[in-house]
Each structure stands twice: as C-alpha cells, then as structure tokens.
C-alpha cells in the first residue's frame, strides 16, 4: 500500500493542489504571485500575468490536476500530472518546478 508522501514530494504535492485549487477557483493572483517563479510569472505577463491567465482560461469549467509522478533533483523536481476540463479529453502534462525563496514553485509546464 502507497505510503504518505514526506519532505520535498510532499511540498510539492501541495503546490500541485494549491495550483488546482486556484485555477478551479479562477484565482489567477495566487497562481502568479505566489504559485509561479519570477521567472515563469515574467513569462506570463510580470504585471499583468492574472489578467492573461485569467483571459487565457476563459469559458474553460471545472478544471482539474492528477498528480502521477514526482521525481525530485535537488532544488528542481518534475512532476507528471493528467489534466483536464470539462468537456475535453484527459491531457498527459509535464511540470517543471524549482525551489525559490524557500518553497516549491513552478517553473514551467511542459
């Protein structure tokens, strides 16, 4: 039987959740300022990366993020997720997240 995470896959376990819990909730602010690295939030629009996420996910309901896999790399980790939304198909996704200021952030989706 699966064992609870712990440590390093066991934060980001979390920032996945939190990640899915702000993009069903539409709170495109915490996923910038809190969820993204400087560098991926930059990427994203800097100032006005909420606004573009937010434009971005327009007409897209009930969101969702299966965490499959984690593999972690000292300060970078991998984490393979399935995502989907209604009405469209289960997609196979990549996420690249870095530690930043002491905590799990991601760095990008691939």
Not at 27 to 49: H, I, K, M, P, Q
Not at 79 to 91: K, L, N, S
Request: with cysteine; proline share 4%.
């Amino acid at each position: 039987e699966p064992q609870p995470a712990v440590g390093a896959p066991r934060a980001i376990a979390a920032t996945v959740d939190r990640l899915e819990r702000a993009i069903a909730t539409s709170d495109y602010a915490t996923v910038c300022d809190e969820l993204f690295t400087v560098g991926a939030r930059r990427r994203a629009g800097g100032g006005e990366c909420a606004r573009q996420l937010r434009s971005a996910a327009e007409g897209v309901t009930g969101p969702s993020i299966e965490l499959r896999g984690i593999r972690v790399d000292d300060e970078r980790a991998t984490v393979q997720v399935a995502t989907a939304a209604g009405g469209q198909a289960r997609v196979l996704d990549e996420l690249q997240l870095r530690r930043e200021r002491g905590r799990w952030r991601i760095e990008a989706l691939r």
